[in-house]
C-alpha cells in the first residue's frame, strides 16, 4: 500500500531528503559510524585508514561484482570493518586498564563458532596478532582450525565443550609447541581423561573450570542463563575438581575460572552482577590454593540491532567503553580488599566482534500489490444478487458506516466463495467479488487514517493490504536466526534513498515457504511489521541490505530448498577509498546443492541422457533436440542455485 496515503500531506509535499531516508531507516543509530547515506543517496560504508575516515558506496562494489560476474544474492564482508572491530575492543580494554590502574592485562578470543569462515578466522588470527587476540574452540573440528591459524604465542586458545581423548592429545601438543591452550571444564568427568592423557604424553596442562553462574539475565534468548544453564560445574562439581587435582597433585594446573552468561545481553546490570559473582568463585579457588591467574568472562557484549540504546533483546544499554570499564572496576573493586592479584581478563566475544562486518544484498525480482483493478462503472444486471450487494457495499463505504461495511463486504464475499464451491458461480464472478472486497478495505484503510480511534478488528487491516516484495535470496540459507529466534536485522534499500519511499512491504525470500518472509522491522519507533521501499522502476534493479548479519547467520544456515551458500565477496577499502576484492567465493552450484545430499550428478545426467535417447528413438524427438535439452541439463547442474537474470 502507497506510503502517500499513511503520512499527512503536508509532509509528503516537501522535498524529500536523504536526511529523511536516514530518520526513517534509523541508519545512524544502528549504523554505529560504519554505515551511513551519501549525498547520492546510497548507502555507505566508512572505515577508518590512517586516522581518517573513507567511505565506499555499495552499490560501487555491488557494480564491481557484476563486471566479474558474481551474481545476487551476495554475502559481502568488509574486511576493515572486522579489523576495526577487534581493534575497537582491545583499544576499550587497554582504556579501561590504565584509567583503573588495573595490574593485569586484557586478551580477546575470538569464539570461532560464531562466524567460523576460513577468511574470517584467518583475518581475525591475522589482524588480531597485535593485540594477542586469541581463538575459542568449542570442538575438535574448531580446535584444528585454531591450530592452524593462530601464530602468535601470546594468544590464547580456550577450549570449552566436551574434549574426548584426541581433543585433549591436541590440546596437549598445542600447549608443547608453547602456545597457552586451556581446557575449560564442563563437567568433572572430563578431568580424568585430561590427566590421563597429560601423563601419557607427558605434558602438564592448564586448566580452567566453568561455573554456572546463577545470574539471569534479560531477553528471550538467554532462558539458558542463571540454575537452568546446561552448561558448566555446579559449585559442589566445581569442589569435585579441585579435590580430584589435589589428589592428582596437579592443582597447580587449575589457573583460569570460566563464566559465559549468554550471548546478547541488552541490561549492563546483568554483566556487572556476573563478573561479581565470578569474582567470588575467582576467590574461593584461590582460598582453595589453585594459582589462578585468568578470569574468562565469556561472550555476550551485545550488538544494538535497533539502535535504540535500550536493554530490549535486540538492543543494548550501553556502549563497548562503558562495558569494559565495569568488568575492569567490579574485578579490582572484589579483589583488592583481599590483596589478591588482578588477572588477565579474557573475554570472548563473537556477536560484537564480527555482526557489521558481513551484510547480505539481494535484488528484488518482483511485486505483489493488493490494488484493486478499477471496477465497473455498474454491474450487468444479470449478475449475481450477491455482486449487487457487495458492489453497493462499495459505492456506500464512508468514515460513519465502514466497519458495518467492512463486516458486510467480507460475509458477502465469503458468500460468492461458497456458491463458487457449489458449482453455482463462476471463476469471473469470483475474482470479481474478490476485487470489489479489495476495493472495499482498500477505501477503509484509507479513511483509518484520519480516525483517532481505530476499532481493534481492523487495526491489522494496512498490514494484510501492504505489497509483498520478493527478493531474490534463502532465509534459511542465509539469515536463518529470523526464522529460528525472531531475531531482527536492519534491513533497507541501499540506494535510491533521495527518493521518497511511497510503498509500505514486507519481504519474502523465493523458497515458497511461508516462514520464508521477513516481516518485523527495526525503526525509531520500534519494531514494525511493513517496511518502507520504493516502487521498483522499469528496467532497473532494486537492491535491498540486511545489516550486522556477520555473527551466527553464515554457518547455522541450512539448505531448505536446496538454494545452498551465497556468493561471498570481501572488500578491503584501500586509504585513498579505492576498493579492492580480496576474495570471491562462488556460491553453491545446483551439483553441488545435490552432491550434498548424496545425489550424483554424474549420474543423473546419465540418467537424463538415457530418457532423451529412448525419446529419439520413439521419435519424440530428434537428436539435435536431444543435444539442446541435455545441453540445457547440464548448465543447470553447473550453474547458480538462485534467481540468474538472463545475460544479454
Ligand atoms: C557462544 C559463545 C560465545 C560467544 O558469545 P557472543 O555473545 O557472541 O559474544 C562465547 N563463549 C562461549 C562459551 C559461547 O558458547
Redesign the pocket.
Known sequence: MPISDLTNQSETSKKWSVADSENLYAVNQWGAGYFNISERGEVQVVVQNDQQNNSVSLLDIINGMKERGLEMPTILRIENVLDQRIKELNEAFLRAIDAAQYKGKYRGVF?I??NQQCHVIEEIADFGQRFNHGL?A?SKAELIIALSQLRDHNSLIIC?GYKDAEFVDLGLYATQLGIRCFFVLETPTELPIILERSAALGIKPFIGARIKSSVIVDGHWNENSGDRSIFGLSTSALLDVVEQLKDAKMLDCLQLLHC?LG??IPNIRNIRSGVLEACRFYTGLINEGAPMGYLDL????AVDYEGARTNSTHSMNYQLDEYCVNIVETIAESLDPLQITHPTIIT?????TVAYSSLLVFNVLDVRNHEPQPLPQALEESAHETLHNLFSVDTDVNSTNFQECYNDALYYRDEIRELFRRGQVGLRDRALADNITLSVLDKIAKILKNIDRVPPELANLPELLCDIYYGNFSLFQSLPDIWAIDQVFPVMPIHRLDEQPTREAIIADITCDCDGKIDRFISPQGIRNTLPLHALNQGEEYYIGVFLVG?YQETLGDLHNLFGDTNVVSVKINADASFDFVREFQGDSIADVLSYVEYDPKQMLEQFRRTAEQAVRDKKINASQRQTMLRAFKDSLQGYTYFEREQH
Open positions: 569464539p563458532k560464531v575459542e568449542g570449552n559465559h550471548s546478547q565469556g561472550g555476550g557484549l570472548e566475544s563473537g556477536r560484537a555473527a
